[in-house]
Each structure stands twice: as structure tokens, then as C-alpha cells.
């Protein structure tokens, strides 16, 4: 704050060596934008910055945007930092619904060799999630109809990937996430659990539900001046890591689901659909360690990881393809 220093304080940088007109023209104005940004010694940086200013610049001009649309996006961008706390991000919401999300994704994780595709990693994944065993449960008993998950976790060469950490996430029967609840003083229906020695993992969780992302604040609100919908379609979200291997934020997606096709965070990929199998067998249920009545939904899907080194390759082509195009 001002007064708890005795003077204003410059960053240290000298005037530019540049010979800039003064700005009385649009043109100008980001004419000499682009001319400072130069000056950036980190060329990734320089590229970055140039892009932005290229495209937002460009969108402010062909909009003729107004000083009050401009003092509407300051403002609707001013509420949702505001409304962001250690487990709610807005602006991650906001990303996801503008499809920003789901662009970075599919550009850093290109699919190969027929590695699992990558699917957005949303706002509530939290980094606290209880350790479980094989066979053991994310949720307790009443969140929801049960659901046994079992797969094997291999390499793009069918190499099986021991010791792999599967982080995994998902609503409750209610369509909220833990953090979601105020009362919240434990992780529900979450969990990080160790592929064993085959690679195979399997754990008890509960069947996903759709549901809507926040609609209480400024990123719900922008929906519903687009006319959009704030339904997401049932998934089970998984981070898997292992040392050597990309790591893989996915999640899979029961069919038959109404919004799969238009997922207000537009993080479905065909690949991960899955059939939920139903099994009404209470030996079953009672070997899987479900509690009570005889029927689950199962199920059962490999998760295929992509060394780093392969990943590396098909980012980087991507990345020299999409170059060739690139407008600055």
C-alpha cells in the first residue's frame, strides 16, 4: 500500500531505445505494442505476448467494442477472481466453457499409437485425496447406486506399468463434488490408489451421475446470456503418473447420456465413451465388497499410457504443423 512506503518505487527498467510515435491512432497504439515487446528476452515469451496483442487487438477493432463493453468484461472478469478460493476456481470454469480447456488439451496431448485420449481435468480435482488399496472404496456407502472399476494400466507397446498412480474423482448421487458441500471436513468420493505388479487396478465408487457446473456466479451467469446449457454428462475422472510416461488426465463417459454431445465444458471424446455392464449377482457383490443388495454396474477399461519421449515427438510435430500457419 501507499503509505507504508516513502516513495514510489519504479520496476528498474530504462525507457526503451525505440523511436515510437505518440499513439494517436489505433494503429499506432498497437503498432508500438508490438515494437515493446521486442524488447522481451525469452523468445517463447516474445511469441506469446505478440500473439495476444496480434488477436486482441484485433478483436477489440473488429467489434468496435464500446468503453462500456470494455467496463462490462473488466467487471465480469474482476467477479470471477473474486469469487476463486483454495477449492472453487472460476477461472479454470471459465476456460472450460469458452472450449480453452479443451484446446490446450487436445493440442499437448495428441493421440498415438492408441495411447488413452486426455479430457479435461475440470475445477474440482484437489490434491488431498485419501490413499486406498485395490478393491477398496472411494465413496462411502450411501453416495450413490455402486459401481466396481477394473482395468489394467498398460504402455503404448502392451508393456504392462507397474506401480502407477491413479488418482480418481467424481460426483456423488446428488451431482455435487465434495468441495462443493460448505460442510465439507474429509474427501468423499475420491481417491489415489497403486496399479499392482500386472498393472491392473480396480476399486468400488459409485455410478456417476450428470450434473450442472456452478451456476452461482459470473461464468453461470454468462451462459445464460448465451443461451447455453451448464449440464455435464456422467463421468469418473483419472490422473494417472508413472515415472518415464506423459502423465494423463482423462476421464470416461457412460453411454446413453443426453448431454455427451454437447458438454457445456466440451470435454467428451468418442474414444472415451464407455458401457456401464449391469450385474445382479449377490455372490458378486459380496465378492467386490459391496454391502448391501446384489446389483452394480461394472466397469472395465485398459488405460494405455504414451512414454514421454513418444509424447514429446507428437507434440512437438504438432506444434511445427500448427507454425507453418501461424499468423505472427
Known sequence: MAEEVD??????????????????SPETITDNLLKLTELASNPRHKFLAKALITHLHQFVKETSLTTDEWMTAIQ???????????????????????GVSALVDAINNPPVNGATESSVLGPF?????????????????????????EGQVLSTDGTPVADAVIETWETDAKGFYDNQYKSRDHPECRGRLRSDKD???????????????PGDGPVG?????????NMRPNHLHLMITAPGYNTLVTAFYPDGDEYLSS?????????????LEDVNDEAEARKRGFAKGASFKLLKRDIILMPEAEAQKAREAFAQEQAKNAPV
Open 263 to 275: 458438454d457445456a465444458v466440451f470435454g467428451v471424446k468418442k474414444s472415451l465413451v464407455v458401457s
Open 199 to 213: 498393472g491392473r487396478f480396480n476399486y468400488r465408487a459409485v455410478v456417476p451421475v450428470a450434473y450442472p457446473i
Open 221 to 229: 451467469d454468462m451462459l445464460v446470456q448465451l443461451n447455453r446449457h
Open 125 to 149: 480435482f484437489t490434491d488431498d485425496a485419501p490413499d486406498v488399496q485395490n478393491g477398496e472404496s472411494i465413496a462411502s456407502e450411501g453416495k450413490g447406486d455402486y459401481l466396481y472399476v
Open 76 to 98: 465480469f472478469l474482476t467477479r470471477v477472481g473474486q469469487i476463486c478460493t483454495p477449492v472453487r476456481q472460476e477461472f479454470i470454469l471459465l476456460s472450460d466453457t469458452l
Open 7 to 24: 516513495k514510489a518505487v519504479p520496476n528498474g527498467i530504462a525507457p526503451p531505445p525505440l523511436d515510437l510515435p505518440y499513439p494517436d
